[in-house]
Each structure stands twice: as C-alpha cells, then as structure tokens.
C-alpha cells in the first residue's frame, strides 16, 4: 500500500471515531439529559375551574416580558412553548369552529337577508348603544369580574405601568388519584387584551390535556417538554450516518488497496506451490 492510500485510509479512520464520538457526546449530555427532563412532566387532565388576571406596577423604564423569569416553567420550557402550547391551541379550536360555522352560515343566509331591514329600522338604537368600552363586551363571556377598564388607571403614576398575567384555576387528578386545585400561569404583558385572548384558548369549564411536576404536583401547565431533544435526533442522525459512511469508504479502499498490492508485489510459481515476494 503506497504512502497516500494509507494517508486517505487513515484519515477516513479518523472522520469516523471523530463523528462516533461526537455521537456519542450527543447521546450522553444532551439527549439522555432531556429524556429524563421530561419524565419529570406527568400528563393529566386540567378542568378549568375560572379564568383571573394577575396584576402589578413596575416603572415604565422596566418591561413587562422581565417579569416572565418569576414563572416557574418559563426559564425551563421557553416563550415559544407557550405559543405552541396555548396560542395555536386557540387557533386549531378557530379553525374547526369556522369549518363548523361556514356551514351553519351558508344555512341561515336566507334568515340574515330577512334581518337586514330589521338592522337598519334600527340604526339609531345601535349608535346610541355604540359607546360601551370594549371591557364591557369582555361580560358576555367571563362575567363582572372583567368589567374593569385597564385602559386608563388614574392611580398610576407618570413613571408607572401596569402589567397583566393571565391565570387559569385549574383542577386535576395527581397520579395517586388525589384532585389537585392550582393555577396555570400566562405571560406577562402590557396589553390586558393579549392575556385576555390567550385566557380563551381554554375555556371555563373545559377539559383539556395538561402537565404537572412530579418534583411539585402545583406546577401544572397546558404544555411540557419534548419527550426527547429534536437537536439531538438531527446531531445523532447526521453523526452516525457519516460515521457509518467514513466506515465504508475505509473498508472498500482498504481492500481496493490491498488488492493492488498483491497483484504487484506477489508472485506465484507456475505450478501454484510457491509465493515469491
């Protein structure tokens, strides 16, 4: 084997360890790690027993996304886990509730043609009702509770804001069967309305799919982690199957090698006896 094929041999030898190691490191300290993270995450079913908001006046140099670190998931789990979790959770129940709508609508099209003259007789009755603050719609659906305008606060200072942080009372079984009462924490934000919307995505008296800590049984969230780490699926993927790759090309110019070198340095007597060097 000449020098340069030993060269290409050995450095495909190389590639290989380097990337099974690295696969291996990938296995050790990080998908294993999150494998057990999430065992910590026990699935249950939450009803929702009432809907809050949480309220507090920072300064207005201060913003309200800082008061997420006081969450207990949101330093394990992430902003973006709320947003799978609780925001497209409310837009998947849309999307089936406007399907299920579109038809009932194309139905009552003949009612709402009837109910247009009605409409306009009475015109001026709505503009007399059209000032209601937007609260006020909030009733209908969450109660006197909401009626509270958050838009205007005159006991606030000139360098004070108030943040909002919607609460979800929730009740669920624990794995010894005992029922649990706690509350399932939103973000925070500026906008009471944003909290209002996300308060929806599950509402009053539903149940829904949930979590809780084994390590404490009243960290309950609509959302946990990942069985295991999509990072890691991908590191070991690519680092087995180059590995695996290095491997075959190592054996195949191993033997393609080899075999140059025995029809160029070996020679067999005519009778097929002797093996000359």
């Known amino acids: 084997m000449k020098f340069r094929e030993k060269i290409i041999c050995i450095c495909l030898v190389i590639f290989s360890l380097l990337t099974l190691i690295a696969t291996i490191i990938i296995v050790l300290f990080d998908l294993l790690p999150s494998m057990k993270f999430a065992k910590t995450y026990i699935p249950s079913d939450c009803k929702v027993i009432n809907h809050y908001f949480n309220t507090t006046v920072i300064s207005s140099d201060e913003k309200c996304m800082e008061l997420n670190n006081d969450v ?147 960290n309950a969230n609509w959302f946990g982690p990942s069985k295991y780490s999509i990072f890691s699926i991908v590191g070991i993927c690519v680092g087995g199957g180059f590995s695996l790759i290095c491997l075959i090309l190592f054996i195949y110019f191993y033997k393609r090698f080899s075999r140059v070198d025995l029809n160029s340095y070996i020679r067999i007597s005519p009778d097929g006896t002797h093996i000359f060097y």
């Open 72 to 218: 207990w998931w949101y330093n394990k789990l992430g902003a973006n886990a709320f947003y799978y979790g609780v925001i497209e959770h409310k837009d998947k129940d849309n999307n089936n509730n406007n399907n299920n709508n579109n038809n009932n609508n194309n139905n009552n099209n003949n009612n709402n043609n009837n109910n247009n003259n009605n409409n306009n007789n009475n015109t001026n009755n709505t503009t007399d009702s059209g000032s209601s603050s937007s609260s006020d719609c909030s009733n209908s659906e969450y109660g006197s509770s909401y009626s509270y305008s958050y838009d205007e606060d005159s006991s606030l200072g000139s360098n004070e804001k108030i943040c909002f942080q919607g609460l979800f009372e929730v009740e669920y079984s624990d794995q010894k069967s005992s029922m649990i009462v706690s509350n399932i924490s939103g973000l925070w934000s500026p906008n009471w309305r944003w909290c209002y919307s996300y308060l929806k995505s599950f509402g009053v008296g539903n149940t829904d799919n949930c979590f809780y800590e084994s390590t404490d049984i009243y």
